[in-house]
């Protein structure tokens, strides 16, 4: 059996997930002190619409989040609004907001054999998210890392996506 390090060490980190209490605060903070710039105004989402799950079951959750690219890895922020989802347990545990995911990433026809060895790891998935550029796995790694770890399986349409993205940095 392989362990999470052999799982995860062929794959390319993408993305690192902060979840924060004020998402203008951050992104100002980012800009001002570190700066990391480029983020667009945050965007309203629901987990409804994205179809994510929270443990097996579509729920109710609302946030806010804005990305950037920088030193080639994408910056995620993510402010909870309401219902519930992994970013709103992140926030409830630390209020002052922190590193809640690091994404890795793959092509699409990789996804099943990378989420099905940490699930036979014993890895529980959190949140899932089937979405036209990208199949998502959220898995509770923090007892592990201190991280949830997210599995991204990226679609043909996703590739064009990120290079996009990249473009505009």
Known sequence: ???INNTIAGLEMAQIGWVVPDIHAAVKFLANVLGITGFPQPEHFRAQDLGMTYYGTAVAGEWLTT???NGGVFIELVQPLSGQSMFHDYLARYPAGGT???????PVSDFDRVTNDLLEQG???ISEVDHP????AFFDTY???G???EIMGITPEGWVAIEQMQKTR
């Open 133 to 136: 550029i990208a199949r998502m």
């Open 147 to 149: 991280v949830v770890t």
């Open 143 to 145: 007892q592990t890392l």
């Open 67 to 69: 990305q950037t690219y």
């Open 123 to 125: 890895y529980v998935i």
């Open 100 to 106: 809640q995911h690091m994404a890795f990433r793959l």
């Open 1 to 3: 059996m392989n362990s």
